[in-house]
């Protein structure tokens, strides 16, 4: 016989709960965020993220004497929403280490230099095989801040 839709509601809730008093429970005995020290909104957070094998949204359902659970919450740390975003950006892939990026530092730093020699930003794409937006938000700061 299968399952009714009004059963399989109540499934998906019931597990999202135990899921998420699992998450609050180690969260709050390995609270507060280990940078500021507050206890909203905390989350979980990978300390090397390279080190990472499983989702942190799939440990929850784990069982919690699962060694591959436990061994995974090692590595991990409790920082609050602000934290971890901040912590995230600073560690996110920038110019060259984007898996697609075209451009090297070294062509933006020229594709800057020709643009105030004058160079408009469609005379530059073709040069450098992007598109006029791509040199413009170059050439803007919006995109490769990081290279001066």
Request: contains cysteine; glycine residues 4%.
């Amino acid at each position: 016989m299968p399952i009714s839709d009004t059963r399989r509601a109540y499934l998906r809730e019931y597990q999202r709960n135990w899921i998420r008093e699992r998450r609050e429970a180690w969260l709050r005995e390995h609270g507060p965020c280990v940078f500021c020290g507050s206890g909203v909104q905390l989350e979980l957070d990978h300390k090397d993220s390279s080190t990472k094998q499983i989702e942190s949204a799939s440990i929850w359902s784990m069982s919690p004497g699962n060694p591959r659970r436990v061994q995974e919450l090692e590595k991990c740390q409790v920082l609050c929403h602000v934290c971890h975003t901040i912590k995230a950006s600073k560690e996110k892939a920038k110019g060259e280490q984007v898996g697609k990026a075209r451009l090297t530092e070294a062509e933006v730093i020229t594709i800057r230099r020709l643009h105030k020699q004058g160079l408009t930003y469609r005379k530059l794409a073709p040069m450098f095989n992007v598109y006029w937006t791509a040199i413009a938000k170059i050439c803007t700061q919006k995109t490769w801040k990081h290279v001066k």
